[in-house]
């Protein structure tokens, strides 16, 4: 099985000969999803109708049909920066949730716009790393995931891939947002983004009084598993009729390449964000 990266190289390669590839992922997988998919046409039917743009809509379906017949080229990406589309930007002093910090390059973004950064890592390896990015650019960096409540779980410890998992081999915590806010103290919560490793619907259920309350921006990604496609914009609707949603697919940044690796692409100026099936994110406001 090929990484994103190198099924990208692959892909140009044969397009510039004219070739259309076929494969960047295991086609087997393709066919299952291509079974889940077709089971549940009414509820792909209904997300893609509740969003709020053709692009919206044609990145929805061009996500599907990419998927379920494993071709990068029928992917629609957006040339917006991730988290930040047009029209969902935070203003100076907002509070901003950032589920997923893995060394805190969102928090660091989000912090220089003049937003108030709370930013929670499962990994200890990865909440070690973005500890002098927190300090340096004043955020505050949680080793904590983000869930449905508070306890003790285990997971499998994979640099930006970190997963919970019954049998993974470390331990960790985990807290639901709407217990965090109450712990500190928060009187608002502006901007929500999540990109934890398929446990962005259990954290939506952790942030629900929030969600209420508030109504937050919200930066959910919504690849990690096959029926975020449509659950994770239906749940969200379920407690605020009143969102609008938007969809962008986003290219890929591989922040698990080695210094040495980075150190090639930069030589040869080859680009550090190239097109994969993944960093599909649902906009929220």
């Known amino acids: 099985m090929l990484t994103d990266s190198w099924a990208n190289g692959f892909h140009n390669f044969f397009k510039k000969l004219g070739i259309k590839t076929v494969g960047f992922r295991d086609l087997n997988i393709a066919r299952m ?76 973004d989000f912090a220089a716009m003049g937003c108030n950064v709370y930013s929670f890592e499962l990994d200890a390896d990865n909440y070690e790393k973005g500890k002098s990015n927190a300090q340096k650019y004043n955020f505050q960096l949680e080793n904590y995931g983000l869930g449905e409540r508070k306890q003790t779980i285990h997971y499998e410890p994979a640099a930006t891939a970190s997963r919970i998992a019954a049998d993974g081999a470390k331990e960790a915590k985990i807290i639901d947002i709407d217990t965090y806010l109450r712990q500190k103290e928060l ?48 749940y969200i609707r379920s407690l605020r009729p009143d969102y609008q949603f938007d969809l962008r697919h986003h290219l890929t940044v591989d922040y698990g390449f080695t210094e040495e690796q980075n150190a090639i692409y930069e030589k040869y100026e080859l680009p550090m964000q190239y097109p994969a099936a993944g960093e599909e994110v649902l906009y929220a406001r």
């Not at 009084?209 to 919200?218: D, E, F, N, Q, S």
Request: aromatic share 12%; net charge negative.
């Open 33 to 108: 999803t291509y079974d889940v998919y077709f089971n549940r046409l009414q509820l792909l039917y209904d997300t893609y109708n509740s969003l709020n743009d053709d692009e919206s809509r044609k990145t929805y379906l061009s996500d599907i049909l990419g998927i379920v017949s494993a071709r990068l080229d029928l992917f629609r990406y957006t040339d917006s920066p991730q988290y930040m589309l047009a029209g969902y930007l935070p203003k100076k002093g907002d509070v901003f949730i950032d589920g997923g910090s893995f060394d805190g390059a969102t928090a660091v």
């Open 187 to 234: 009187s608002q919560v502006d901007f929500i983004k999540m990109d934890i490793e398929g446990a962005e619907m259990s954290a939506l259920r952790g942030a629900a009084a929030t969600i209420l309350r508030y109504k937050p921006k919200l930066a959910i990604c919504t690849y990690h598993k096959l029926e975020d496609k449509w659950t994770i914009l239906s």
